[in-house]
Structure formats: structure tokens, C-alpha cells
């Protein structure tokens, strides 16, 4: 389709690139048929909400059969229920699987058509290869999901109301109890997040979790902008702040059927690393704060002393120590200030190469289809 | 227009109509597979009246060096003038000097000659407005443009005497010297380049798919080995929005580059495609991966003669 203008169109201007489009269908010969694509009629009919679902998969062969089945189980609910939402692509991202977790995919995908699989070329870890999935949807939402049935897929739909009712645009599902795991892993882990939270002044970091729903431009959005170090829902909240949560079951079936759990501690510790370097940090912009205290606590400090040389020379009995305090007061909140507005710097250059977007624009008006079915439900 | 020998199966002719990014593509490709370029001519829009003389004389020039009699001539439509907002005159104008092709085809095929007509169609133009795009979804065009696409495809469909291959292209990107319609990557890449300001008009998370135009010369040149019938969706299967791409450009060119949003009420709306709904064998590059090479590309100003192989894209 071609969307760039050219010498003769309407914009005359040749750098300008069209990508509007007419609300009005042509009336078309006898050939054409009435409906546009099933599922998903064009604009001058109501429009269904298009849902997508983007799984990272690294190890989960044993599941994923009936993990498809499950998000099948929603599709036709959704479908049986007359919701206008379809729930049109499920993507998964195979992160160089140490298992058959891809041939399995492969099989699966012949039988569905709305099933996509996306092969890395090597293991990139669990944010990458979400941000790769979400960067191959179209849908109106995107759910994010685990490939081992932790995650419930008919939970979605209540995120789906919970997001439309309160107007945001990503909803995370946390778990109503913390999957089962070691005392420490789950307590370190929530002492991590809280640590980050109070750091970095975002309060939705205790409620980041790989089960969310997110607005689908929303989400292209923060991955098209993500980079390999960045922490995919740290990005999330350079886009919105309307974040809410809703408690979902959750059940370790990876853990109840084998005994193990999905991550090593070794990988979870390289998750709260990636969560730290991609929060900017209130501390580091309190660096330039502080080193202009310390400079002004030690020039009066250093006055005071000298005052105290000049005036009071007995009150002194060492000889030398004025200069030198005096030199270790002047030097010392220099290099704090200095060392502050360095900080400073890199904070704002580490935020501008992670792609925090200085703003972004958001289109709610989809939600009325399905906030008006909703209330007719309730109604009924 | 160009007319193309075979060198390897002397006898063997393909004319091209339309030398814009796309055609210049399937050229290159063609000269990949060792086919040379026998005759370059003018097929001006402008000289409607003209083309009947101009096509009888190229019927001439084949006869001539088709002997036998029964060798094959592949054609390819790939020509274009009317833009995605074109009027509905200016289709028409368009469709006129396309339906003179199909006559001469079937003169052509009068002749005793197989002759296989590559129609290169547009998936944005038919499917626009619908996203998921599959095997069973069904042409729906909202304008001129999608129209006359529409009308291209069945006109085609009526020569019951050709073999006919249509390709439907989603959003091509590609750089090209001398090329009019660039699409959003080479308008972007160019304009950051030299430091001008993109208009965008509609939204910046937009999806659009892309594929590059050299992949799909390269795939419809493949296709020119096949004997039946076949309608094709050259898409990527992967929607890209325009922030994407955006912001590619600007970690390629190494700066900021400067845009200009005119939002309008109707909004871009999204096409996307079904991975499913794609041809076997088509293995399209990711726009994303293809970026930093149009804009060395561009840099360079590397396409100096399109029709040879190394001129990319």
C-alpha cells in the first residue's frame, strides 16, 4: 500500500507520507462479497475488540498442548458469549527451548491458523523474547502469558474488565496466593520490588508480573522501544500510569507435576538486575542534591573553622589541621557536587537511550463496544 | 517498458511494464537469473493514443525474434501512476492503458505463443481496513485505488487464453534512484538524512506490513517457472507500526529525525496479514533488520544503474 506522497497528490509536499484512510466503502460489482474478513468486519460495521496473546517459550513442551487448548477454550467462550472481542492471534516466542518445546509449536500451528510461532536464533531471556512477541501482534489487547499453566487464560476476560471499567491500559493478574516456591525466593523477591519501588518512586513495581494485559498500541509502543537491557514493564510505565491489578488463581503446575520451578535463582537475579538498571533511580538524581549540601556544609564549616584560626588561634592546638581540614572540606563537597551533576547526566542519557518517550498518544474510543456490552450484561 | 531475453533459454522474452520500485526489482532479479535487457521504450501515461502503435510494434519485435512460434512471453504489469488516494479519472486512466496490455497479450497468444501475464496487485489496496488477513478473507476495497486493483485482477481473470499470476503486495518499502513513490521507510531514511521534516499523516501507532521490494522481485522471477495459475499475498505476516519504524530510522541515521503528526478523524486504520495466508518458499526480510542497509543505501547513493544485481533496495 503505498503511503507516501508523491509529486501530484494531495499533499504536494513530498516529505509528507499519507496514512489516512476513507471511512467510505465503494459500492463493488457483483463479485465482491458482502463481508470483509470473518471475525473481523471493517470499520463501517461494529468494529470487534481483536485480542492477542504473546507466550515466551523456553521450556515448556509439556504444556503447551494444553495451554492452546485452554486459550481455545477462551476464544469460543468469547465467541459463544457473544462477546465483541475475538480473540484473533496467539503468538509464541520460542527462546532457543532446551526441550521440543518447537516442534511441538510447529504441529500446533498447522492445525490453528491463528496460531504464530516466532523461532529466536538464540536464548535472549524472558523480556526480549516478550517484546519480540508483542512486536508481531495486531491486536487491540495483548495478553502476556507463561508458557507452564501458571497462568489461567480465562482470566483474561477478567482483566479485560477490569481495564475498560476503570479506563487503563495494562492490567497485571496477580497471583491470589505466591506460587509455590522457596520462603527465600519469594521473599527476596518481594523485598527486591519494594527496594526498587521506594528507589525509583514507581509504586506499580510490586505489582509487576509476566501475566498482564496490556492496551495493544500501548504495548507496541514500549517494545518498539525496549532494548535488550531494558525491563519490559519499567518501559510499560514510561507509556501509562493507569495501572491497576486484579487477583487471579494461580497454580505452579510445573512445580506440582515435576518438583521444579521455571527459573533458577540465577535468573531471577538477573531479572532484578535488569529491573535496577532500567528504573531511573530517585537516588541518582538526589546525587546533585547532595553534593551541593555537602559543598555548602563544608564552605561553612571551613569558614567557621577559619574564623576560629584567625580569631581563637589557642582554641586550635594542632598545627596544621586547619589548612588541612580545610582543604579535605573544600575538595571533598566539590567532587560531591561535581560527582551529583554527573549523575544527574547519566541518568537523563541512560533514560534517553532506553527510549523513555518524552510523550505518547493513546486512543481509548475502542473500549466503548465492549464497556457497553458489559453494562448490558448486568443489566440483563 | 523493457523487454527482456532469456539467456539461457534463447527465445525466451519477458516485457515489463513499469520500471517504479517494484519493477526495477523483478528487473534486477531477472538479470540475476541471466536474463538481459534487449530494449528499453516508452509507455507514457500521458500518450494513451499512443500505445496501441507503441504495443503493435513490440508485437512486431517479438514475432520477430520468437521464431518457432511457440516459445513463451511473460508479462509483467507492474506499472502504476494512481496513488493510494487516487481520483477516480485518474484509475480509470490507469485501467484504459492496462486493458491495452491485455489486448496485446492476446494478440500475442493469437499468435501461437504461451503467454503468462504477471499482475502485481495490492493487499493494502483490497484488504484495506481489515486486519488478520487470511486464506478466507475476502477483498473489500474502500477507494479508487482498491478498486482498480479489483478490476485489474478480474479483467485478468476473464482472459481465459493467459496464464495469469497475480501478486497482491502489502506496504513495499526500498530506496530507489529516480523513484516518485519512495513509501514511509524511504521517505523517512531520506528526509532524517538531509535533515527535513516527515509529515505523517494519521497515527504513529498505525500497523502496516512491509516487505522489501527486492524480495518481492525476486519472488515473482521464481514464480515465472510456474505453469498454472496463481494469485499470491506477498505480505510479511508481521504488522509494524509507524513509531517502529521511526524510531529504527533514527538508531540507523544516528539522530533525531524530525516528524510532523496531522492527525485526522478517520485515523490510519490497520492492515495486517495472517503468517498462515503466505505463499511457500517466501521468506521476506524484517523491515526492522532492513533499515541500516537503505541507509547506507541512501548515503551512498548506491543505486546507480537499477538494473544491475548489487543495487539494492
Known amino acids: ?380 | 517498458m523493457i523487454l527482456l531475453e532469456s539467456k539461457t533459454a534463447p527465445g525466451r522474452l519477458a516485457t515489463v511494464f513499469g520500471i517504479g520500485q517494484i519493477g526495477s526489482a523483478i528487473v534486477r532479479a531477472m538479470v540475476d537469473r541471466d536474463w538481459q535487457v534487449v530494449r528499453t521504450r516508452s509507455f507514457p501515461w500521458s500518450d494513451a493514443a499512443g500505445h496501441r502503435e507503441i504495443l503493435e510494434s513490440h508485437a512486431d519485435e517479438i514475432g520477430a525474434r520468437q521464431t518457432s512460434g511457440d516459445e513463451r512471453l511473460d508479462i509483467v504489469w507492474s506499472a502504476g501512476r494512481a496513488g493510494f488516494d487516487a481520483s477516480p479519472s485518474r484509475t480509470a486512466e490507469e485501467l484504459a492503458s492496462f486493458e491495452s496490455v491485455l489486448d496485446f497479450a492476446d494478440v500475442v497468444t493469437a499468435s501461437g505463443r504461451r503467454v503468462h501475464f504477471h499482475l502485481i496487485s495490492s493487499a493494502g489496496g483490497l484488504f484495506e481496513g481489515q486486519r488478520f488477513v487470511g486464506l478466507d478473507s475476502h477483498p473489500r476495497p474502500r477507494r479508487p485505488y482498491g478498486r482498480l486493483k479489483w478490476e485489474q485482477e478480474r479483467l485478468l481473470a476473464s482472459r481465459i487464453e493467459l496464464r495469469s499470476h497475480v501478486y497482491r503486495l502489502s506496504s513495499v518499502f526500498g530506496t530507489i534512484a529516480g523513484g516518485r513513490r519512495r513509501g514511509l521507510v524511504g521517505t523517512l531514511v531520506e528526509n532524517s538524512l538531509r535533515h527535513r521534516e516527515t509529515t505523517i499523516v494519521g497515527r504513529m501507532s498505525t500497523l502496516r506490513d512491509f516487505v522489501a521490494a527486492d524480495d518481492a522481485g525476486r519472488f515473482v522471477v521464481d514464480n515465472m517457472e510456474t505453469d498454472r495459475n496463481t494469485t499470491h499475498l506477498l505480505a510479511s505476516g508481521r504488522p509494524t507500526s509507524i513509531l517502529e519504524i521511526v524510531r529504527r530510522v533514527e538508531w540507523a541515521v544516528r539522530r533525531p529525525v524530525p516528524i510532523s503528526c496531522v492527525p485526522r478523524p478517520t485515523n490510519g486504520v490497520d492492515i495486517t496479514f495472517r503468517r498462515s495466508a503466505l505463499p511457500a518458499g517466501w521468506n521476506p526480510r524484517d523491515v526492522r533488520s532492513a533499515i541500516p542497509g537503505l541507509v547506507n543505501d541512501a548515503i551512498r547513493g548506491s543505486v546507480r544503474n537499477p538494473y544491475q544485481s548489487g543495487a539494492s533496495s
Open chain 1, 1 to 380: 500500500m503505498p503511503i507516501a506522497s508523491s509529486k501530484g497528490s494531495r499533499f504536494d509536499d513530498e516529505n509528507a507520507v499519507i496514512l489516512e484512510t476513507s471511512t467510505t466503502p465503494l459500492e463493488m460489482p457483483g463479485e465482491i462479497e458482502a463481508a470483509g474478513s470473518p471475525g473481523f468486519p471493517d470499520a463501517t460495521h461494529a468494529r470487534a475488540v481483536a485480542l492477542s496473546t504473546v507466550t515466551p517459550v523456553y521450556r515448556g513442551a509439556a504444556y503447551l498442548e494444553r495451554l492452546v487448548d485452554q486459550l481455545e477454550s477462551l476464544r469460543e467462550r468469547l465467541r459463544g458469549e457473544e462477546w465483541p472481542v475475538r480473540l484473533a492471534e496467539c503468538v509464541f516466542v520460542v527462546d532457543d527451548a532446551d526441550d521440543n518445546s518447537e516442534a511441538v509449536l510447529q504441529r500446533i500451528a498447522k492445525r490453528h491458523d491463528w496460531v504464530t510461532v516466532l523461532v529466536l536464533s538464540r536464548n535472549f531471556g524472558q523480556h526480549p523474547a516478550t517484546v519480540a512477541g508483542l512486536l508481531h501482534t495486531s491486536g487491540d489487547w495483548v495478553a502476556t502469558l507463561d508458557e507452564d499453566l501458571q497462568h489461567e487464560p480465562g482470566a483474561i476476560a477478567d482483566a479485560l474488565v477490569a481495564a475498560v471499567r476503570s479506563s487503563s491500559d495494562l492490567v497485571y493478574c496477580v497471583p491470589e496466593r505466591p506460587p509455590h516456591g522457596t520462603l527465600f525466593r519469594n521473599v527476596t523477591s518481594r523485598l527486591c520490588k519494594r527496594a526498587v519501588a521506594l528507589l525509583s518512586g514507581n509504586r506499580h513495581v510490586a505489582s509487576f508480573s509476566s501475566f498482564r494485559l496490556i492496551r495493544g498500541d500501548v504495548a507496541r509502543a514500549a517494545a518498539a522501544v525496549s532494548m535488550r537491557r531494558t525491563y519490559l514493564d519499567v518501559a510499560l510505565c514510561w507509556f501509562t500510569d493507569r495501572i491497576v491489578s486484579v487477583p487471579v488463581p494461580a497454580v505452579d503446575v510445573r512445580h506440582t507435576e515435576t518438583g521444579t520451578s521455571g527459573y533458577s535463582t540465577l535468573r531471577l537475579a538477573s531479572h532484578a538486575l535488569r529491573l535496577l538498571l532500567s528504573s531511573q533511580l530517585r537516588a541518582l538524581r538526589l546525587g546533585a542534591a547532595i553534593g551541593v549540601g555537602a559543598l555548602t556544609a563544608s564552605t561553612l564549616i571551613a569558614i567557621t573553622v577559619l574564623v576560629q584560626r584567625l580569631m581563637f588561634p589557642a582554641s586550635i592546638g594542632v598545627p596544621g589541621w586547619t589548612s588541612l581540614l580545610l582543604a579535605i572540606l573544600f575538595f571533598g563537597g566539590l567532587t560531591a557536587l561535581l560527582l551529583g551533576v554527573l549523575l544527574e547526566y547519566t541518568s537523563t542519557v541512560l533514560m534517553h537511550v532506553l527510549g523513555q518517550p518524552t510523550f505518547f498518544v493513546v486512543d481509548r474510543s475502542g473500549d466503548e463496544p465492549l464497556r457497553q456490552f458489559l453494562e448490558a450484561s448486568v443489566s440483563t
